[in-house]
């Protein structure tokens, strides 16, 4: 093996194992031997993405495909980027449509399927997305994830009883499966399966938990510092509610809470003094809180950003949601007067 496949075989191996400094590393070094490899500037985005650096990651992507107008693994790189962090909705339905005129094999003809359909729900087309998922090939598949993915789509397009197979399948057969696992807990819950879904939610907690936090994640003293700093920011209708709050941070969502009918993947939770239910989505607690309480999921937060820059606009968002359902929606008309 030449030094230059050395390089780019290591920085792979660096990047799948989700080391993106070793892997920039290992492509900066390619790079020096072949500058105008599209090969190594893929190499060099997805590390860059692992690193939380989207924009960079975006501009290597379009580098490789300049190079090579054929590439799809960096065309479907590039997308994935699109869609989520940046959400360049339409950019990422062009590249999309691109891709699917080099993709030959049912794998490749997938994924520009589903990411395109991703786009197009980023975007609210939901009709769009619909008319996509039509173009599903119809495998089978090598790998189960496919079968999620699939299974997600049709899910999230409001159609629960096809979802559900494909979701119970992919489940079978990788039961380690965190996503699938999340999404075996939304299906059986749909169908009225509370006990089940809450066994698949339980499970899925506990497999977010050995994942290893990305390498741009913020210490716990940084992130409790961002939410507060997010708290003072509110709307000053909003942040009245939650001004003298008490402010807890913790990786996910405890077991018991899920137990109680919590998202096991809730970002924020708000908990007040006489609120129905006890906090904001309404799941009981065993005690009555004698402030308000802002309870804040980081790992949660980490996995809806998907870059540290989208962290504070993630957290924002979730923490609005949150007071106005506790405090406006449940408040009656006046407090909704007031908040318009």
Known sequence: MDQFSAHLDRGWDLAQKGDGAGALACARRALELDPKSP????????????????????????????????????????????????????????????????????????????????????????????????????????????????????????????????IESAVAKEPDHADARYYLGLVRDEKGDAKGATEAFLHARALDLLRPAPPWSPSPEAFAALVRQVTTKLDALLARYVREAEVFCFDVVGAELVVDGVDPRALVLVDAPGSPGGHSNGAAVSEQPSKVRIFVYQRSVERAAGSLDVVEEELTRALEHEVATLFVDAGGAKAKEELN
């Not at 190594?40 to 985005?45: E, I």
């Open 39 to 166: 090969e190594v500037h893929n190499l060099l985005g997805f590390a860059a993405a692992l690193e939380g650096d989207s924009d960079v990651a975006l501009d290597h992507y379009k580098q490789a495909i300049a190079l090579d107008e054929t590439y799809l693994e960096a065309m479907l790189n590039a997308a994935e980027v699109l869609v989520a962090p940046l959400g360049e909705w339409d950019e990422a339905v062009e590249l999309c449509n691109g891709a699917l005129d080099y993709a030959e094999t049912d794998e490749e003809i997938a994924d520009c399927v589903l990411l395109k359909i991703d786009a197009l729900m980023g975007k609210g087309d939901t009709d769009g997305a619909k008319k996509t998922l039509a173009m599903m090939p119809a495998g089978p598949f090598e790998s189960a994830n496919y079968e999620f993915l699939i299974g997600r789509a049709h899910y999230e397009l409001g159609d629960a009883e096809k979802a559900a197979p494909l």
